[in-house]
């Protein structure tokens, strides 16, 4: 499972992981004007609803929006700095190791 593997990459280098689901809402097929579809007998997740819908009819840029947000409520915006300072460092060693300017 995906979240599995995201979670034990994460694991080896150090970090922790939370994996949340994000579903598209009742409000957002209506805003949207999402296609629908009754539930796949075969579908074994849980699910209490009467239709379905999926993430890759909302437009783009909506979907991109919502996973964004999804993801930045759980992110530490002191950590994603120090990560973000991190790179660009190492960034220049290896520039620098190239003997190519920073």
């Known amino acids: ?33 999402l296609p629908t579809a009754p539930p796949k007998a075969t579908d074994r997740r849980s699910f209490s609803g009467t239709a379905t819908t999926q993430a890759e009819a909302l437009p783009p840029d909506i979907l991109a929006t919502i996973v964004r947000q999804a993801i930045e409520t759980h992110r530490d915006p002191e950590v994603h700095r120090q990560s973000l300072a991190r790179e ?3 960034r220049r060693a290896i520039r620098e190791r190239l003997g190519r300017r920073p």
């Open 88 to 90: 660009e460092a190492e």
């Open 1 to 33: 499972m995906l979240a599995e593997d995201v979670i034990a990459f994460a694991e080896a280098a150090g970090a922790v992981v939370d994996v949340e689901r994000v579903a598209v809402t009742s409000g957002q097929i209506a805003t949207y004007n």
